[in-house]
């Protein structure tokens, strides 16, 4: 009979192969992901590198006092998704499943996503001249953790006792990017984050199928479920708009999207240009992205409709704030 210790080492190395084919994995690598376990994987998001040089910090630093060089962004289910939308600079047309029949354990992508994170930020410590050491140093323990890299996070089972995981481990934050498609997982999650993001980039049925893509069925009636429940969530509850010009930017749709915003009733609406980066680019060009003026020109028509001041605003990151006025 195998010892515990044994059981123990058998356990950990099953959940160390990443359910990945190989070709995947490379290419994900090469563009400095991480893979944690089997699902699972993080990355070192543009503007920690900006923020610990001092060059500029993200728009969620601005926006609700989130410091770039202690956020770990990471997903728990890195090719996992219900829908391959047009804009995503993800490689979509690697999505592998909506659903995860086997999964890790929360404590273990936890654990795993600080150590991955550490490892990918070693480099800059030895970049003294340029680095900011007390950044560097901070950095070593994020305290906000952004679910949002790639995926679906809802497909993840356990994303209650992830969040509450990130918490236990330290974490004063966690920001939770959900596409919608899971209303049930929503409304039985065991924790809450601190802000739950709902994306919102189509109006109508017809919109949705074109620009979302959805491999399920049902992803507008779920959709649509999500945002009759948004309410209920005692979480700061933010609508996040990707704006992609000659899709969704018709200031025709600005009625309907107010209608479903004034459903979901958010605390805050982020709306945001398409940026033209990774495999997006396959999809889509730079005639797609909006100028920051567009932005806040939309914005503010958005605003008016649904009674939502423009608070604030980043201009390279081409995204406007709105809150309930």
């Known amino acids: 009979m195998a010892s515990k210790k044994g059981k123990h080492k058998e356990k950990e190395a099953k959940l160390a192969v990443p ?26 998001c543009e503007w920690l590198r900006r923020s610990l040089m001092n060059q500029s910090s993200c728009y ?9 060089h202690r ?5 728990p289910t890195v090719s996992w998704c219900t829908q391959k939308c047009v804009f995503c600079w993800r490689p979509v047309e690697w999505t592998l ?74 974490f004063e934050s966690t920001f939770l990017v959900t596409n919608g498609t899971f209303p049930e997982r929503l409304k039985e999650m065991s924790t809450e984050p601190t802000q739950l993001y709902l994306s919102l980039e189509a109006p109508t049925q017809q919109l949705y199928k074109q620009l979302d893509r959805p491999v399920i069925k049902d992803g507008w009636e779920r959709l649509n479920e ?32 107010a209608e479903l915003i004034r459903k979901a009733d958010p605390d805050f609406v982020e709306v945001k240009s398409y940026m033209c980066v ?28 649904i009674g939502f001041k423009l608070k604030d605003s980043k201009e390279d990151s081409r995204v406007a704030l709105l809150k309930r006025a």
């Open 19 to 44: 359910m990945l084919p190989e070709e995947l994995q490379k290419m994900l690598i090469k563009q400095h992901y991480h893979i944690v376990g089997r699902h699972s994987a993080v990355k070192v």
């Open 71 to 75: 956020c770990l962004q990471m997903t």
């Open 60 to 68: 969620k630093e601005q926006f609700y006092g989130i410091k770039s």
């Open 278 to 305: 990774g495999f997006s680019r396959k999809r889509l060009t730079l005639d797609n992205m909006l100028s920051h003026k567009e932005i806040l020109d939309l914005a503010e028509k958005l605003g008016t409709e």
């Open 226 to 257: 999500t945002i009759d429940i948004f309410p209920l969530f005692k979480s700061r509850r933010v609508i996040r708009m990707t704006m992609v010009k000659g899709w969704n930017n018709n200031e025709k749709y600005i009625p309907k999207f």
């Open 97 to 170: 499943g909506t659903e995860l029949k086997e999964f890790d354990d929360p404590d273990f992508i936890v654990e795993e996503s600080l150590k991955a994170q550490r490892l990918l930020i070693s480099g800059y410590g030895g970049l003294k001249e340029r680095v900011d050491p007390k950044k560097w140093e901070e950095a070593q323990n994020p305290i906000h953790a952004a679910i949002s890299l790639a995926g679906e996070p809802m497909i993840y089972p356990e994303i209650g006792d992830l969040i509450k995981s990130f918490h236990k481990h330290g």
